[in-house]
């Protein structure tokens, strides 16, 4: 059993940044991915960026590259989502997820954290 807590987010005002945590406790994540989805009031749950804990590819929705960038630290069993540039459309409430590749599936959540732009 995997378990993810995700902290970091918070109010920031357009083109500002903010740095997501996810903690992940109980089991080794190598040769697992970690990946961030995002859900918006009345939208469906969308898929941000996804590392693997074993070689560190990266992958990212089209609408962060540039701007976002996810990282590890397998040492700390941490993974990260650096978010610059923000825009009032990235808010939304920020999920971690564990699965077996960055494609998925993802079987383990956390709660989510919120993130929210003003304009």
């Known amino acids: 059993q995997v378990q993810l807590v995700e902290s970091g987010g918070g109010l920031v005002q357009a083109g500002g940044s903010l740095r997501l945590s996810c903690a992940a406790s109980?089991?080794?994540?190598?040769?697992?991915?970690t990946g961030w989805f995002r859900q918006a009031p009345g939208k469906e749950r969308e898929f941000v960026a996804g590392?693997?804990?074993?070689?560190?590819?990266?992958y990212y929705r089209d609408s962060v590259k540039g701007r976002f960038t996810i990282s590890r630290d397998s040492g700390k069993g941490t993974v990260y989502l650096q978010m610059n540039s923000l825009k009032p459309e990235d808010t939304a409430v920020y999920l971690c997820?564990?699965?077996?590749?960055?494609?998925?599936?993802?079987?383990?959540w956390g709660q989510g954290t919120q993130v929210t732009v003003s304009s």
């Open positions: 590392i693997s804990m074993s070689d560190g590819r990266t």
């Open positions: 109980g089991r080794t994540l190598s040769g697992y991915a």
């Open positions: 997820a564990v699965g077996d590749s960055p494609g998925g599936p993802y079987n383990y």
